[in-house]
């Protein structure tokens, strides 16, 4: 597999794995000409925080993270033309992640639980789901009562 | 864009699968009733502007010093 080196504006250069590419062929909306994705999993640095960086855009990259470890009985029903978008055969393939924003005060991260990352791990495709549900878009990582105490 | 002027109990259809019908109309507000199959997908149209949005302020989040210890002050 050929490796390929990218120069990201967070990580510094990364070098890549052809294999580890995860495409989203239709990009993400706000990004719909980045199509090429990997994503980041620095272990016990950022807990239960990964990345997704771009490869077409080194500056772009998320915050991601399961949204499990937020809401323990979130549930995504993947629609027909995610299923045949994504070439899933067995609900096993898909990795579930919500995007989270991160601004200046971190207290206030949100992910957004209305429109989930579906990854068929297997077939290395990706795409952004909208859900009918009404879920949030900026859900509180922190909670309302986390938010006085803020991150010195 | 197709127009079509239609009153409150009056219905249209789309393609084989989908019906959408006037529910009521108060004010300025119409409610519609929508019927499609599972298979296709219903949003308010301001939905996506706003995961554009939010998606785009996603991105511009900085790499923090350790998402880590963050993780941690949300447990304490």
């Known amino acids: 597999m050929t490796p390929l080196t990218i120069n990201t504006s967070r990580f510094g250069p990364l070098t890549i794995d052809e294999k580890d590419i995860i495409v989203f062929y239709k990009?993400?909306?706000?990004?719909?000409?980045?199509?090429?994705?990997?994503y980041l999993d620095r272990g016990a640095e950022d807990g239960p925080f990964g990345w997704?960086?771009?490869?077409d855009d080194a500056e772009v990259a998320f915050i991601v993270i399961d949204p499990l470890v937020l809401q323990p009985q979130y549930q995504v029903a993947a629609t027909v033309e995610m299923v045949a978008d994504l070439d899933i055969t067995q609900s096993e393939q898909v990795q579930v992640l919500a995007i989270v924003t991160l601004t200046d005060d971190l207290a206030t991260a949100t992910a957004n639980?209305?429109?989930p990352l579906l990854i068929n791990v297997d077939k290395r495709l990706g795409q952004q789901l909208v859900l009918e549900d009404a879920l949030p878009v900026r859900h509180p990582i922190f909670g309302a009562q986390d938010t006085q105490q803020g991150v010195e | 864009m197709l127009v079509l002027?239609?009153?409150?109990?009056?219905k249209i259809v789309i393609g084989k699968d989908i019906e959408v019908t006037v529910l009521a109309i108060k004010?300025?507000?119409?409610r519609l009733g929508i019927e499609a199959p599972d298979n296709v997908s219903i949003h308010r149209q301001e939905i996506f502007l706003e995961i554009e949005a939010e998606n785009k302020r996603a991105a511009r989040s900085k790499k923090p010093l350790s998402l880590a210890q963050l993780w941690e002050q949300r447990n304490k």
């Not at chain 1, 990009?27 to 990997?38: D, M, N, T, V, Y």
């Not at chain 1, 997704?52 to 490869?55: E, G, I, V, Y």
């Open chain 1, 113 to 115: 639980l209305r429109a």
């Open chain 1, 52 to 55: 997704l960086q771009a490869l």
């Open chain 2, 27 to 30: 004010g300025d507000q119409v």
């Open chain 1, 27 to 38: 990009g993400i909306p706000g990004f719909p000409q980045l199509r090429r994705f990997i």
């Open chain 2, 5 to 10: 002027a239609r009153k409150v109990g009056e």
